[in-house]
């Protein structure tokens, strides 16, 4: 009797586990992190060449970019201001030697020739790049606005899709004139886009102004209530981005500002984004 209530115990638990796991793989699956979950990690970080803000001018400090960069693990990082074989930055190529330590793809696009080098802006990826490509971004005549560029390329994710991501620093004048036209021209690029598109800088401007206003009738960025990005010290203006084409592309999961204030004078941008289905 004694043996027959023990088997009868023990059918009564297995006939439990047997019917919670078919309640997991038929019924409710256990919640899924949405942030990792099929989702891209994109940063958008203004080195400003490697040189601390509280440092000397001729201060350089890589291993400060690189270290930031891998605490926060992205996908992609869009970099501005970056030097590539300029005599400030002791004739090192930043673009190649931040991806190297990283184990990153890496594509560099100059926006101006400087010290001997070239100056401007640069996308890292985990995944394979191609179709890489430099548009160059309208200045009006007689502003002596500095050159500016938006650098991308396709990129191939592990789910076997593409996309294309892209890094740009928009005019720094206080007169809008220059960052509009800039702006109009990143609508057209999109408007022209095969691929799902995202977009990630320093567009030196704050949400309120024309120019973000003009970007927001095309893409969608990944904050609308966004925390300050500039200053690092004490951040008070919103001037860095991460934005995308189409609206329906993409879902923004996550979006928030790294508050790390030592490497450069602003803080780096992150978004998780999840590409939705055709």
């Known amino acids: 009797m004694k043996n027959t209530f023990i088997f009868w115990l023990i059918g009564l638990a297995l ?66 201001e970056v030097d590539v074989l300029t005599k400030r930055s002791g004739n090192v190529n930043q673009a190649k030697e931040i991806a190297g330590q990283l184990g990153m793809h890496y594509f560099f696009g100059k926006a101006i020739d400087y010290q001997g080098g070239e100056y401007g802006v640069a996308i890292l990826s985990k995944y394979p790049l191609s179709d890489s490509r430099v548009d160059r971004l309208p200045t009006k005549e007689g502003t002596n606005g500095e050159p500016r560029i938006l650098a ?4 191939l994710l592990p789910n076997g899709k593409s996309i294309r991501f892209g890094s740009t620093h928009l005019d720094a004048q206080s007169n809008a004139t220059n960052r509009i036209l800039q702006v109009k021209e990143l609508n057209r690029i999109a408007s022209e886009e095969t691929l799902p598109l995202v977009i990630a800088g320093d567009l030196n401007a704050t949400p309120e102004k024309e120019e973000i206003q003009l ?55 992150m978004a998780s984004l999840r590409l939705l289905a055709d």
Do not use: W
Not at 41 to 57: D, E, L, R, T, Y
Not at 231 to 251: N, R
């Open 152 to 155: 991308s390329a396709k990129v």
């Open 15 to 80: 006939s439990a586990l047997s019917c919670n796991e078919a309640n997991t793989s038929e019924g409710e699956q256990p919640e899924k992190d949405p942030v990792t979950e099929e989702s891209i990690q994109v940063m958008a970080f203004n080195i400003h060449h490697a040189n601390p803000p509280s440092k000397p001018n001729d201060f350089i400090d890589l291993d400060a970019v690189v270290q930031v960069i891998r605490e926060q693990a992205p996908d992609l990082v869009a970099l501005q």
């Open 215 to 269: 970007l927001d009738a095309t893409y969608t960025r990944t904050c609308q209530d966004c925390p300050a990005t500039y200053p690092a010290s004490g951040g008070t203006k919103v001037i860095d981005y991460i934005a995308f084409d189409p609206a329906g592309q993409f879902e923004t999961l996550e979006h928030k500002v790294v508050e790390e204030r030592y490497a450069s004078d602003h803080l780096p941008v």
